[in-house]
């Protein structure tokens, strides 16, 4: 391999190896133990982590060697890298369960257990060995860095590079880049200066020590607290040329395909845990709590409240594992109604995270509005689903161009 042509990468497309891995042995008995462990972890330590990092305003380095230890950042990724092999819709199970937990426990999760497919399925075996399975054992941190303040966040990518010898010099900001300030690489995508559209753009692993490249920790947020988000800025910063995954014009299906399309799956299995623990949380509250000598759990207004929560996270439950069994199956020939689904699971999901964690705390009535109240925390929480991994508007966007585009093809075979 010379530092400036990468060799084509020889490993399977993102649909494909999750057929691999769906197909992968599984012991029922072991995950329901597996279960059994991640729910055991939620309900004791990571409550405890939780408190810590309300209390602190930060995630401690001591939780990722914590859940590194435990093996539950490299749950979902192939066996052979070091991870665990699950398969992409039994992971989703474990998912649920750690989003019942603090939001940045589970972003550290969902994260870290996605990314590497980005960087998998277009990295050369030596880039294999010396990024993804790194982070797969939980040796390096890596944040996925799209989004940015004066564009979208897809095809309309500002941020550039122009080729100098055996680097790329990297110009441009990003923004909202989650763990973005205590991360060991960027995966970042960027375009080759005077492209525009998909045409021209790259993925590429950027050095956190890169010369060029100013990081500032961006403010508390509303919810999510303790995760590091990011704005970045780089001027002229060297990348190696070696460092970019697959071709040039390619950067967005790394993005896309590789990432987005599953983790959009992975976000709607995360409203469907958060909605879990506010529907557990207003339950208990409603058989506790006594007005006029009756049990909030015995007036109508309230169990009607908890009835159609029950149903709104059952019914989202099941599209998000329909969307992930899809995915997992490996439609690679159809890959735009995969990424529908993905976008209507996450859609759904959260629209009916919104509902659920309304109803919830209003099921508390005004002590749920306070600080010392465990829903609150998870009110606050669920208000970041509406624009992780894309906006609802997008996701719209994502899913009406599906429709339409079949229905066009429609019409032209009944010509």
């Known amino acids: 391999m010379t530092a400036s042509s990468p060799p084509s990468p020889t490993t399977n497309p993102p649909a494909a190896r999750a057929a691999v891995d769906a197909e992968q042995p599984l012991d029922e008995g072991q995950f329901a133990a597996l279960k059994a462990e991640v729910a055991a972890f939620v309900a004791g330590p990571g409550?405890?982590?939780?408190?810590?990092?309300e209390r602190e305003g930060e995630v401690p380095d001591a939780l990722w060697a914590d859940l590194r230890e435990?093996?539950?950042?490299?749950?979902?990724?192939?066996?052979?890298?070091?991870?665990?092999?699950?398969p992409f819709s039994r992971y989703l199970e474990l998912v649920e369960l750690f989003s019942m937990s603090h939001a940045s426990l589970r972003m550290i999760v969902h994260v870290t257990?996605?990314?590497?497919?980005?960087?998998?399925?277009?990295?050369?075996?030596?880039?294999?060995?010396?990024?993804?399975?790194?982070?797969?054992?939980?040796?390096?941190?890596?944040?996925?860095?799209?989004?940015?303040?004066?564009?979208?966040?897809?095809?309309?990518?500002?941020?550039?590079?122009?080729?100098?010898?055996?680097?790329?010099?990297?110009?441009?900001?990003?923004?909202?880049?989650t763990f973005g300030v205590k991360c060991d690489y960027w995966l970042l995508f960027a375009r080759l200066a005077g492209t525009s559209g998909k045409e021209g753009t790259v993925a590429l692993m950027v050095d956190r020590s890169a010369p060029g490249v100013t990081v500032e920790s961006m403010p508390e947020t509303m919810g999510v607290?303790?995760?590091?988000?990011?704005?970045?800025?780089f001027r002229e910063a060297p990348v190696p040329v070696a460092n970019r995954l697959g071709e040039e014009g390619r950067g967005l299906e790394v993005a896309l395909g590789g990432f987005l399309t599953p983790s959009r799956?992975?976000?709607?299995?995360?409203?469907?845990?958060l909605a879990r623990r506010a529907q557990e949380l207003a339950v208990e509250h409603a058989l506790h709590r006594t007005t006029f000598g009756k049990t909030l759990a015995q007036r109508q207004a309230i169990s009607f409240m908890i009835a159609e929560n029950a149903a709104d996270i059952e019914a989202a439950r099941q599209l998000v594992l329909h969307a992930a069994r899809e995915w997992e199956r490996g439609?690679?020939?159809?890959?735009?109604?995969?990424?529908?689904?993905?976008?209507?699971?996450?859609?759904?999901?959260?629209?009916?995270?919104?509902?659920?964690?309304?109803?919830?705390?209003?099921?508390?009535?005004?002590?749920?509005?306070?600080?010392?109240?465990p829903i609150e925390r998870?009110?606050?929480?669920?208000?970041?689903?509406?624009?992780?991994?894309?906006t609802n508007e997008i996701q719209k966007t994502v899913i009406a161009r599906e429709v339409l585009r079949r229905h066009s093809q429609q019409q032209e075979v009944a010509r």
Not at 225 to 233: N, P, S
Not at 351 to 363: E, G, H, N
Not at 378 to 390: I, K, L, S, T
Request: with cysteine; proline share 2%; net charge negative.
């Open 47 to 53: 409550e405890q982590w939780a408190e810590q990092i």
């Open 265 to 273: 799956v992975s976000v709607g299995m995360t409203c469907v845990g």
């Open 225 to 233: 607290r303790g995760t590091d988000h990011a704005h970045l800025v």
């Open 331 to 373: 439609s690679g020939e159809d890959a735009a109604a995969t990424s529908a689904l993905s976008s209507m699971c996450k859609l759904t999901a959260v629209d009916m995270l919104t509902r659920v964690t309304d109803k919830a705390l209003q099921i508390h009535g005004g002590i749920g509005y306070w600080s010392s109240s």
């Open 378 to 390: 998870v009110y606050r929480d669920a208000r970041a689903q509406r624009f992780e991994e894309g």
């Open 113 to 177: 257990n996605g990314i590497w497919r980005a960087m998998d399925q277009f990295a050369t075996e030596e880039q294999r060995a010396r990024f993804v399975i790194p982070l797969v054992r939980g040796e390096t941190r890596v944040a996925f860095t799209l989004t940015e303040p004066t564009a979208g966040t897809g095809a309309d990518l500002r941020c550039s590079v122009t080729r100098d010898g055996d680097h790329y010099l990297l110009s441009g900001e990003k923004h909202l880049i």
């Open 70 to 86: 435990r093996g539950y950042l490299s749950l979902a990724a192939p066996a052979e890298y070091g991870g665990r092999g699950l």
